[in-house]
T-cell receptor, first 114, second 112 residues
Framework: EPEVTQTPSHQVTQMGQEVILRCVPISNHLYFYWYRQILGQKVEFLVSFYNNEISEKSEIFDDQFSVERPDGSNFTLKIRSTKLEDSAMYFC????????????FGSGTRLTVV | KQEVTQIPAALSVPEGENLVLNCSFTDSAIYNLQWFRQDPGKGLTSLLLIQSSQREQTSGRLNASLDKSSGRSTLYIAASQPGDSATYLCAVPGGSQGNLIFGKGTKLSVKP
């Protein structure tokens, strides 16, 4: 069964450093998403991406965050200057058609900011 | 603004029991609802997707129902096993691009 692949599975970074989280969505999917889950809290939407541009973003997704699809397969989330409160599990997801046929999530990247 | 609530927050049952997990949502204008399983520190595994035109969806020992008018969904697990121990999340589409709104989940523990 097709999978969404995320790397790395765990990343530890110093506060103020830039991090890039990587995702390979399912090949025939057109919509890509990033979500995050702070320990003990709900999974929260960050951003959706379609046709090579951001289609929607939450209030969490401020200027410290950016997304990119640098080639035909990868989808990345960059956090420019990490803060302690960015420590969370980050999930990438993809869908065929905006969620009408369900989401497929990756296994996540646990980001720890120290 | 769509909100999703899951009750109970935690549930502990002996092996073999049948159980029901509940999910409610405030805005009934949804086109589907998805149930996920999350093991500790792991990703989200899709269990069932119910379209708004359906009332039920089944996969093995799992059965999910959807009542849009009342803003409710249930996940029924038959003959529970210790391997079913996990957190179960429900989610509905929210924004214009269908981004998901999640409940906080029900943490299920099945004791041998």
């Amino acid at each position: 069964e097709p999978e969404v692949t995320q790397t790395p599975s765990h990343q530890v970074t110093q506060m103020g450093q830039e991090v890039i989280l990587r995702c390979v969505p399912i090949s025939n999917h057109l919509y890509f998403y990033w979500y995050r889950q702070i320990l003990g809290q709900k999974v929260e939407f960050l951003v959706s991406f379609y046709n090579n541009e951001i289609s929607e973003k939450s209030e969490i997704f401020d200027d410290q965050f950016s997304v990119e699809r640098p080639d035909g397969s990868n989808f990345t989330l960059k956090i420019r200057s990490t803060k302690l409160e960015d420590s969370a599990m980050y999930f990438c997801a993809s869908t065929i058609q905006g969620g009408r046929y369900g989401y497929t999530f990756g296994s996540g990247t646990r980001l720890t900011v120290v | 603004k769509q909100e999703v609530t899951q009750i109970p927050a935690a549930l502990s049952v002996p092996e073999g029991e049948n159980l029901v997990l509940n999910c409610s949502f405030t805005d009934s204008a949804i086109y589907n609802l998805q149930w996920f399983r999350q093991d500790p520190g792991k990703g989200l595994t899709s269990l069932l997707l119910i379209q708004s035109s359906q009332r039920e969806q089944t996969s093995g020992r799992l059965n999910a129902s959807l009542d849009k008018s009342s803003g409710r969904s249930t996940l029924y697990i038959a003959a529970s096993q210790p391997g079913d121990s996990a957190t179960y999340l429900c989610a509905v589409p929210g924004g214009s691009q269908g981004n998901l709104i999640f409940g906080k989940g029900t943490k299920l523990s099945v004791k041998p």
